[in-house]
């Protein structure tokens, strides 16, 4: 099959994994900033204990490899399935809140233990088993559905709070998570067809895996530095998601200039998620790992730099936003090409997991730099360090990935074509 015959033939799956991704729990990441307002002003919640919900994710860490396990043994439908009869009926639930922040709390958690199965660890698998020669870029589009949908959603919902109130914007918000729900179950279910006109099975699921087996995997050179890079990439996080206009204003930039620099870092993403997804289907993974997430520290560095003109400071901002854009890209082709995809969320829990583990600990160092110093220049330092070490992992599986020691070991290594 072709590169461009493999969208032709597999579009409904893409189109149903997108519609999928974008309207699951990947909604609460967009809109939970536009609920706040109404929510502390209605329940006159603390402003500290509403800043504890992003820390609630991390409940969710220790459930991903075991539905990453259950995705792999009865497949990305019946996983997706469950996932979407929960997210909207928590949306729902957000709706008849009393005001106990420890009911949002509750709810919140119970949305991110089931939500799991509405993100990449599910439709990620659909795309890697149905795409080849164009999984880098089909892997692109399907990441690109979140924000495109966020896009358009964010407005909506919006307006919707400001002229109806936040119950009606969570009712909202159920309505959309189930309609995409049922579309994405519907879709990637479906069965293409061989050449001579018979459908082919749908999903190649994956059969009991043994305990000598799961060790082989966490031995495995190349399952430990795809886990380390992508944690070490991650570390930084914590900077682009809450703090980046306050340090392109501490390096000089006026406040009016800063958000316009910010803005520019969603166009990083989109183009680091283009170009990585392209050249994966071109080149060595292990190359383009090394450029997309390499090129981002020096962007850090600018960033700590004393450096204060807006043409700089913005070529920084969009050199960081690459590493967001090819990061998942990345992580995802790499375990598809190196492990047997019939483990392939199993695998990829564990790089779901350490991004999560990353983002905890790059708050605690920001944290403790800050204490320190008062400025971000250290924490920044140290981000574009560990941007560098990431970057060398993912680059180093081409030797860390060598074949298999051990019988159980090659049974989740990827057979050679």
């Not at 997706?80 to 909207?88: K, L, Y």
């Not at 749908?202 to 009991?208: I, K, M, S, V």
């Not at 800063?258 to 989109?270: E, F, R």
């Not at 090394?290 to 981002?296: E, I, K, M, S, T």
């Amino acid at each position: 099959m072709t590169y461009f015959r493999e969208f032709r033939v597999n579009w409904p799956m893409l189109l149903g994994a997108m519609l999928g991704l974008a309207l699951g729990s990947a909604l609460n990441h967009y809109m939970t900033n536009l609920f706040a307002p109404a929510l502390i002003a209605e329940f006159g919640w603390e402003k500290s204990q509403f800043a504890l919900v992003g820390t609630l994710g991390l409940a969710s860490m220790f459930v991903v490899p075991l539905w990453g396990r259950f995705t792999d043994r009865y497949g990305a439908r019946i996983a997706a399935a469950i996932g979407f009869t929960v997210v909207p009926l928590t949306f729902f639930a957000f709706s008849v809140m009393s005001g106990n922040i420890y009911e949002f709390f509750a709810i919140t958690v119970f949305q991110h233990l089931f939500g799991v199965l509405t993100t990449t660890l599910v439709f990620s698998r659909v795309i890697v088993q149905r795409f080849d020669l164009a999984r880098g870029m089909a892997l692109s589009i399907l990441m690109s559905g979140a924000p495109l949908v966020g896009a358009g959603v964010v407005p909506l919902v919006g307006e919707v709070i400001d002229s109806e109130g936040w119950r009606t914007g969570y009712r909202l918000l159920g309505v959309l998570s189930a309609i995409g729900g049922i579309a994405a179950v519907t879709l990637v279910g479906r069965r293409r067809k061989s050449a001579a006109g018979q459908p082919q099975p749908a999903e190649q699921t994956a059969r009991a895996i043994t305990r000598t087996e799961f060790a082989a995997l966490l031995r495995h050179p190349a399952f430990l530095l795809i886990v380390a890079g992508m944690f070490f990439c991650n570390v930084p996080q914590v900077i682009v998601s809450s703090q980046l206009k306050l340090v392109l204003m501490e390096s000089g930039a006026p406040s009016h200039l800063a958000t316009w620099i910010v803005s520019l870092y969603a166009v990083g993403v989109v183009v680091g998620r283009f170009f990585s997804g392209l050249a994966l289907d071109k080149i060595s993974p292990q190359t383009v790992a090394l450029a997309a997430l390499g090129l981002p520290a020096i962007g850090f560095l600018i960033l700590a730099s004393p450096a204060e003109q807006g043409w700089l400071l913005a070529s920084a901002v969009l050199l960081v936003g690459l590493a967001q854009g090819a990061e998942g890209d990345i992580g995802a082709y790499l375990t598809s090409r190196t492990f047997d995809l019939a483990h392939f969320s199993l695998i990829y829990s564990f790089l779901i997991a350490s991004m999560g583990l990353a983002t905890a600990f790059g708050s605690i160092v920001l944290s403790m730099t800050l204490g320190a110093t008062a400025r971000f220049d250290a924490f920044l330092i140290i981000a574009a360090a560990l941007t560098i070490v990431g970057a060398l992992c993912f680059f180093m599986t081409g030797r860390g990935g060598r074949p298999p020691r051990s019988e159980d070991e090659a049974l989740l290594t990827a057979p050679v074509a």
